[in-house]
């Protein structure tokens, strides 16, 4: 029948700097979703312009032995891409949540995931290169 009062904890002003370097983070993940996009985009569309120049030059296609491959870069590059943009959309959301209830901790794994996925993707460049 008679019930307590419910304490109200107040909640201390969370500083706006910490939202603004969230922020700033998750735009630095468009940043580099945006540029793997357009490089994917660009390899790609290049496959395509050096096919179609050896076809309007009646030239072989054999020219080409080495680079046929390489629009696999440009479809894995997109797929880094949309990557990005989710991870980071996802790291973005659960910073503001974590800020909120005051227990913020980097995500280690994902911030190493990612170095890992460009690191192989560049030793792979590099292997390519090296050896095409």
Known sequence: MFQEPKKTIEKKPIDARFYLAAERTFLAWIRSAIAFLAFGIAIEKFDLFLKFIL??????????????????????????????????????????????????????????????????????????????
């Not at 030059?57 to 080409?64: A, D, F, P, Q």
């Not at 949309?82 to 994902?110: A, C, M, Q, V």
């Not at 911030?111 to 792979?124: E, I, N, Q």
Request: hydrophobic fraction near 50%; glycine fraction near 8%.
């Open 55 to 132: 076809k309007s030059y009646n030239l072989s296609t054999n020219l080409l032995k080495g680079a046929t491959k390489i629009h696999y870069l440009g479809k894995l590059l997109i797929v880094i891409g949309i990557l990005s943009l989710i991870f980071g959309k996802i790291n973005f959301l659960r910073t503001l949540r974590d800020i909120e209830e005051g227990t913020y901790k980097t995500s280690l794994w994902l911030y190493f995931a990612y170095f890992l996925t460009l690191l192989l993707l560049g030793l792979g460049l590099l292997i390519y290169l090296l050896f095409s």
